[in-house]
């Protein structure tokens, strides 16, 4: 039914980051990507997907301050608390994650040395290296850019696919295994059959502005608006979740 769309991928956490709390706030980064998706005739494009939910761990992953639940409560818009249990996280993630590419491999009759490249979720560099070898798949076939971004969330995927392309890591007819792992918690694998083209149709003129500020002064200037351990905090705090309430 729809013969062109455009698939965004944005994340810009920055703002609604606790930055008292080390445990998240050097894993996180802001990014975004863009990609044209065109209908074809051809055996290509999006074969296989597999999306889940592992709900009875969502309150490893948590950002307090934001949704509905804080409505009423003096919660000032970009106040947060993070509930952030990492070895959990790491558990779910990873096998979330590998089911997930193995499912969709074995629904579409493929197996990991079918796969031409990963383009994984870019959590950290241990769940990445985790996830390739419980699908018996060579980091070498694995794109990784947390290194240089950080954890953009739902920017992660396609901003990888973009460098992976822009390194001729993307062949012609390739087959792309695209697992990914976020919060609610949300999993899901992506197999792809890539076309013909893998060079950009044109290139655009436009410039984003030059940034004149540090890293450093970036943050500082967002903390200096927040203040979640003193005038949000018993906000916060205040919601009781579903899932902590004895039945």
Known sequence: MIRNAVVIGVELISRYMDWS????AVLFGDGAAAVVVQASDNDEGLIGTVLG??????ESLRVRGIGCSYSGLNVTFGDTLWDFDGQVIFKRAVRAMVEASARVLRENGMTADDVDLVIPHQANLRIIESVARYTDIPMDKVMVTVQRYGNMSAATVPVALVEALNEGR???????LMPAFGGGLTYCALLVKWGERVTPVGVSTRELPPCTETALDLVNRVRATQDPHGRSFRGLMTPVFAETQLV
């Open 21 to 24: 709390n080390r445990n998240v």
């Open 53 to 58: 939910c592992d709900a009875e761990a969502r």
């Open 170 to 176: 993307v062949k012609p007819g390739s087959t792309i």
